[in-house]
Nanobody, 123 residues
Framework: QVQLVESGGGLVQPGGSLRLSCAAS????????IGWFRQAPGKEREALLC????????NYADSVKGRFTISRDKGNNTVYLQMNNLKPEDTAVYSC????????????????WGQGTQVIVSS
């Protein structure tokens, strides 16, 4: 059974850091790209970063460049989103999702989604 489970969200002060995890089960990361997305209240879902064996790491959001990075632990079949220097505007529900082989900024290409994890950046 294909499953993606996010964890690591929470409340953090501006300037702080969080590392989100996306634990994959039921398939191997070797053949799929995993993307991280976020959706803030009242806004559309936004593509952030993606990682794939076939085309490496991709960053689709200028707002997180230099602050967020994506990585993968094949042994644990887990993808991470390291978020540094967090800002109040980073407050959102963060989700990971799977698509075949290559990364994409288009949400429609992702077929399996996790349930999301809430990140709140506030003092």
């Amino acid at each position: 059974q294909v499953q993606l489970v996010e964890s690591g969200g929470g409340l953090v002060q501006p300037g702080g850091s969080l590392r989100l995890s996306c634990a994959a089960s039921g398939f191997s990361l070797d053949y799929y790209a995993i993307g991280w997305f976020r959706q803030a209240p009242g806004k559309e879902r936004e593509a952030l970063l993606c990682i794939s064996n076939y085309d490496g790491n991709k960053n689709y959001a200028d707002s997180v460049k230099g602050r967020f990075t994506i990585s993968r632990d094949k042994g644990n079949n887990t993808v991470y989103l390291q978020m540094n220097n967090l800002k109040p505007e980073d407050t959102a529900v963060y989700s990971c999702a799977r698509t075949y082989y290559y990364c994409s900024a288009y949400i429609q290409t992702f077929s399996y989604w996790g349930q999301g994890t809430q990140v709140i950046v506030s003092s």
